[in-house]
């Protein structure tokens, strides 16, 4: 009876502080949730586009400019045959994706929050963050089989393992919201900079730069499905775990 009171104890104490601080909340909008038209982020993010998007036009000018002057390098054996003629031919495209880009990259994070969001049920459900967390953190013992000493050692040692958890589950939560903000600023910065680098794009020499920085946003933006999946896959897989029981 002793040990199913603690056992109990813990996993109520646990749900109840996962309950107090948000943590499905908080883990899904640090690790999983994109900013769209409907978050507080949108219109920062929005106003710091139109700025960058008003220097890409000038930078698109030199860009044409340089075209301009690699088709005459090319006479000279300076510039590789059909630098000018690239630049051109993605200049459309280009001038098109800068004023598309925000609500394509809208709707895509829009898609990309319903299927994650809990409340959908689709890949998470309500409260699968706390129940993971909660039967990794607490497993419930079985009093029924503490009768033998391997057993009761087990449950001991089960019981001194939830301090260890806990220490660990807090150090998490730490490294999520530094992992959170920092996703956050990568995320934002990209996305205020995309009408230069789109720019940049057009230039031979700086083209990687900008491509490996998309590479960035939409690795980013598939973390968001591949963290939901890793959480939904964890819970599903403790939760039998919480029934089973020690020794």
Known sequence: ????????????????????????????????????SSSDMWSVMMTLYNKFESLALFLFVFALFFAGLS????????????????????????????????????ITAQIINYI???????ILEQNTI???????????????KLGTGAALANAIGAAFLSIFMVIAVFILLFMI???????FFLIGAIFVTTPILLVL???PFIRHVAEKLFEILIGLLLSSLIVAIFLRFGATLMAPNANQTLG
């Open 116 to 122: 994650t969001n809990p409340n959908n049920g689709i």
């Open 1 to 36: 009876v002793f040990w199913s009171i603690i056992s109990f104890m813990v996993r109520g104490v646990w749900w109840a502080i996962s309950q107090f601080l948000g943590l499905d909340k908080a883990v899904y909008f640090f690790l999983i949730q994109i900013p769209d």
């Open 177 to 183: 919201a530094i992992l959170g903000i920092i996703r």
């Open 71 to 106: 088709y005459a390098l090319e006479n000279f054996r300076i510039m590789s045959e059909g630098t000018a003629f690239n630049i051109l031919s993605n200049s459309i495209f280009t001038l098109i994706l800068i004023f598309a880009f925000p609500p394509i990259f809208d």
């Open 201 to 203: 794009r057009l230039i």
């Open 130 to 144: 706390t129940t993971l967390i909660t039967n990794t953190f607490a497993p419930q013992i079985d009093v029924s």
